[in-house]
Structures are given as structure tokens and as C-alpha cells.
């Protein structure tokens, strides 16, 4: 079993800081690409960034300069640090990882349950 489950969610007002934690955990051999994706209510859901596991990043334009994605590969976690946040990065906000599993070693991505940020006054 694998697990990816999301923290550090909460209410922020506009110009402010948030950083979520995304740890995954169970049989896990490697953990290749991490992702961060947002949803709005009747909005599709968006890639926000990516980190592969190599540590390089990308970022979607809406959220360049002001979001950063990082990973701890001893903990299985990867982060992301959201800075200047604004109304429209209101959303619930999911990670994504290409996981390895132990002891079949097949891969496939899995989903953590999702957070909720909301900037507002």
C-alpha cells in the first residue's frame, strides 16, 4: 500500500505565505516525479510544478516567482512553498508521484486526498 497524504492548508490573506507538505509512505522502492496540482470549484484541475527526481523543476507561468517546489528524498515528501498568494490561487491543492512499489517494482502515479487553500481578506 502507498500513500500520499497533503498538509498545511489553511486560510491566508492576499500577499501572504503558505507552505504544504505532501509525505508519502508504505512499500516504496523510488519515488520519480512529484507534482503539485490545484482544483477550483467548476475549474478543471491545473499542474501548479513539478519536481523530478533529479530536483529539477517547473512551474506553471501563473505561479512563477512566487512558488517554489522542493523535495526530501529521506522523507518522501515534497513541498511546496506558495509566497504572494492571491484570490485566484484559491483551490484545493493535490500532490501527485510516479511511485515505485516494493516488492513488485511496477510504477504508476498516486494521489494524495487533497488540501484546501484559501486567500482571502
Known amino acids: 500500500q502507498v500513500q500520499l497524504v497533503e498538509s498545511g492548508g489553511g486560510l491566508v490573506q492576499p500577499g501572504g505565505s503558505l507552505r504544504l507538505s505532501c509525505a508519502a509512505s508504505?512499500?516504496?522502492?523510488?519515488?520519480?516525479?512529484m507534482r503539485w496540482y490545484r482544483q477550483a470549484p467548476g475549474n478543471q484541475r491545473e499542474l501548479v510544478a513539478h519536481?523530478?527526481?533529479?530536483?529539477?523543476?517547473n512551474y506553471a507561468e501563473s505561479v512563477k516567482g512566487r512558488f517554489t517546489i522542493s523535495r526530501d528524498n529521506a522523507k518522501n515528501t515534497v513541498y511546496l512553498q506558495m509566497n504572494s498568494l492571491k484570490p485566484e490561487d484559491t483551490a484545493v491543492y493535490y500532490c501527485?508521484?510516479?511511485?515505485?512499489?516494493?516488492?513488485?517494482?511496477?510504477?504508476?502515479?498516486?494521489w494524495g486526498q487533497g488540501t484546501q487553500v484559501t486567500v482571502s481578506a
Open positions: 501527485n508521484a510516479d511511485v515505485q512499489k516494493l516488492p513488485t517494482l511496477r510504477m504508476r502515479a498516486y
Open positions: 508504505g512499500s516504496i522502492s523510488n519515488i520519480y516525479t
Open positions: 519536481i523530478t527526481s533529479g530536483g529539477t523543476t
